[in-house]
């Protein structure tokens, strides 16, 4: 598989040392410029190798499926990303990559490489506001990493790509619903049970449990559900732009992902918030799992501005 | 559905006058330039209405699920798509869909606007060579939309678009192969049936049968029998270029796109055939059909330069 990955996109990233676990982007990393290496395991392609290119992240750690990268690779990203400034590690907050980034910023500090981390906490679902910190990062990593990327790109320093990173982090708000479970190659069995009939909101893209498990419903009241608990949230006023996210988990099709964001826009519309830009396809998937996210980043001029920052990866191409 | 996909890719394409059932490519059509139009039925998103867009398909007539569009979208795709030098018309060779354009096009030339067709037969599989014109068109619409698109672009003649775009047709060669069918919206069934191990090499997008039912094989044994079916009829030279698709039918999920183009990609460096352009995603789908397709264009100096064009489309952005 990733043989493949690095073969399909090698326009945009090639292996580090002929590792195929740790991919640089080409006409990437600089002198005088803060890197920013992404990571985590596979089975959520494109993430992340996708979004590895120019004005995006410079490096990425790949794991195996559903699993952190090991150290190593991490390592080896910071080392390739690294022009003279600092390398900022931004990637979902999961246990296993948690241990292994961190491990990996140890060893690159030890060789001279400041490391600051953002770790990305989008699924509002994953658990309740008073533990923000201990929520999932998941689709909304798009524009998390959207961000990062441009403000490395457009040179600012360290403290500023961290912070305009968290603040993106703190303002990117995802729900999720799976209708059918993924398939797990390793095992050749399904990652969780669920009827024919039911569905779970919340669900992670993991198959981590979600807020509630129900009878089917309409998409327009998914998307009501779900936009219900983001504005519970997002904190905001008429006249205020957004950047939306209409997330396949990958079995469902693009045409029903229409029909949800055509809902989301409208909650939005209701309430006098504009859409400034939008990406409704495949973006962060669990192999072949049906349901769905919808990611809202509540933009500020800043936000904004590094949202339209140009870049070239094989997912995402902004000029 | 349709009013979401609409909204969703708003920068790129716009109703006709109120009808979402004809979409107009933003800044495609100009006076002195040739018109293309495309469409077909739904379920195959992103295609057909994610090919409109400046430098590609000026507008697209879009019908119900795997329906053909009635004629009158497609009369009123040509008129806003005519720049005074006539219109191409390019689509899937489909019964109903050759009876609705053709009617479509009688009526647009009946108000003055010149037609021409080129209707797409990639799929080798639907039938054998001395059929050709018998043969469906699929994934590998996108190089010729992509060709066609470019040539009116570059100002090219009627018959100079026309002639490119069946060069195209004639350089293109898809297969398919199906794992498991996909659940008809209209009729919450199945569009076929298969059992768990078995798959059918050439199976069509809307699960017309293929050429061979067998057991389940492994990636590269099915890359293999694909490949070996179009080298039959690619006459390629060592040196020659070529530019590949990786197509999902809908739920086969990256991972195992780019384990295919893996084997692509050996199967043609082995007989030296160098790799120009390579796209592995949702391209051409059939809702949530698991299976893939893998389409190769057999480029020329004319064709590459076409590919190359620049486009901006929902799908495809070349600058």
Chains 1, 2 share one sequence.
């Not at 981390?117 to 201990?134: F, N, Q």
């Not at 936009?227 to 469902?252: C, H, W, Y």
């Not at 918030?273 to 396809?281: H, K, R, S």
Request: glycine fraction near 10%; include cysteine.
């Amino acid at each position: 598989m990733l043989e493949g990955a690095v073969s399909a996109h090698r326009k945009y990233l090639e292996p580090i040392k002929g590792s195929q676990r740790a991919l640089v982007a080409r006409y990437g990393p600089r002198a005088g410029k803060v890197g920013l290496v992404i990571g985590g395991g596979t089975g959520h392609e494109p993430a992340f190798l996708g979004y590895v290119g120019k004005g995006l992240a410079d490096a990425v750690a790949i794991g195996n499926i559903f699993s952190s990268p090991p150290p190593d690779p991490i390592v080896q990203c910071a080392l390739a990303a690294s022009g003279g400034k600092g390398v900022l590690f931004v990637y979902g907050n999961y246990a296993g990559d948690v241990m292994n980034f961190e491990m990996a910023a140890e060893m690159a500090e030890e060789q001279g490489i400041p490391i600051r981390t953002v770790l990305t906490t989008d699924d509002i679902a994953s658990s309740p506001l008073e533990d923000k910190d201990g929520r999932r990062g998941v689709a909304g990593n798009f524009f998390i990493f959207k961000v990062a990327g441009a403000a490395c790109d457009q040179g600012l320093t360290l403290d500023a790509c961290e912070a305009a990173t968290r603040k993106a982090n703190d303002r990117t708000f995802t729900v999720g619903v799976a209708l059918e479970p993924c398939s797990m190659p390793q095992t050749r069995r399904h990652n969780f049970e669920i009827g024919p009939e039911d569905m779970e909101i919340g669900m992670g893209i993991h198959g981590e449990p979600g807020v509630s498990r129900e009878r089917i419903r309409t998409a327009d009241e998914v998307v009501d559900a779900i936009m219900d608990n983001i504005f519970k949230e997002m904190k905001a006023q008429p006249g205020d732009r957004v950047a939306v996210l209409v997330n396949s988990f990958g079995a469902t099709p693009m045409m029903e992902l229409y029909i949800l964001f055509r809902r989301v826009e409208q909650r939005l519309a209701a309430k006098n918030i504009v859409i400034e830009a939008n990406w409704v396809g495949h973006y962060c998937t669990s192999l072949d799992m049906a349901g769905a996210s919808i990611s809202i980043l509540h933009l500020d001029p800043q936000l904004t501005e590094l949202l339209h920052h140009p870049c070239e990866t094989a997912v995402l191409n902004i000029n």
